[in-house]
T-cell receptor, first 114, second 114 residues
Framework: DAGVIQSPRHEVTEMGQEVTLRCKPI?????LFWYRQTMMRGLELLIY????????DSGMPEDRFSAKMPNASFSTLKIQPSEPRDSAVYFC????????????FGQGTRLTVV | ELKVEQNPLFLSMQEGKNYTIYCNYS?????LYWYRQDPGKSLESLFV?????AVKQEGRLMASLDTKARLSTLHITAAVHDLSATYFC??????????????FGKGTSLLVTP
């Protein structure tokens, strides 16, 4: 397996624009996590899915953020409208419960909102 | 609130020295994970500790888990420059609305100097 694949790797957008981040988890994994990493706040869990169903979105900072997982091989994280404070690295990770190997992380998407 | 606390957060050490990074967590869990992150890169799994008393070693790094004390340690022996990175511990904890999620500490930034 190629691992967790995220796209794009880098995204620069203007404030107010819609941004969509994409993730393809490892085949067979039943958990998918979206994390955001910033210098100030560290690694924050935004939302996670179990078998494509959102389980906990309490980490999503605002209603401008939304995430979907329409099938087992694809998830999106959308920000609409984007703001400069959303600038961060967004990681997607996947795992197989009971997490005997932990979670596997994608390469991340570095988002810059100007 | 579920917490995963690492200390120290910053560590500068000389090559050849030994040191220990600590990870405390606030709730019952039998699984703890250590990750390494190089600047601008993703998180790479180092150790998976799945039971009380578990000890894993890889090169100059050794990790252990004491679930009764809710404590894990990452011991560095005879540090070398290549170990310079940020090290994260993570614990899987039950979340609201069922399911489990990996909760990360803030990371320990390690710099090994000549």
């Amino acid at each position: 397996d190629a691992g967790v694949i995220q796209s794009p790797r880098h995204e620069v957008t203007e404030m107010g624009q819609e941004v969509t981040l994409r993730c393809k988890p490892i085949s067979g994994h039943d958990y998918l996590f979206w994390y955001r990493q910033t210098m100030m706040r560290g690694l924050e869990l935004l939302i996670y899915f179990n078998n494509n169903v959102p389980i906990d979105d309490s980490g999503m900072p605002e209603d401008r953020f939304s995430a979907k997982m329409p099938n087992a091989s694809f998830s999106t994280l959308k920000i609409q409208p984007s703001e400069p404070r959303d600038s961060a690295v967004y990681f997607c990770a996947s795992s197989l419960f009971p997490f005997r190997q932990g979670a596997f992380f994608g390469q991340g998407t570095r988002l810059t909102v100007v | 609130e579920l917490k995963v606390e690492q200390n120290p957060l910053f560590l500068s050490m000389q090559e050849g020295k030994n040191y220990t990074i600590y990870c405390n967590y606030s709730t019952t869990s039998d699984r703890l994970y250590w990750y390494r992150q190089d600047p601008g890169k993703s998180l790479e799994s180092l150790f998976v500790l799945l039971s009380n008393g578990a000890v894993k070693q890889e090169g100059r790094l050794m990790a252990s888990l004491d679930t009764k004390a809710r404590l894990s340690t990452l011991h560095i022996t005879a540090a070398v420059h290549d170990l310079s990175a940020t090290y994260f511990c993570a614990v899987d904890m039950p979340k609201r609305n069922s399911g489990y999620a990996l909760n990360f500490g803030k990371g320990t930034s390690l710099l090994v100097t000549p």
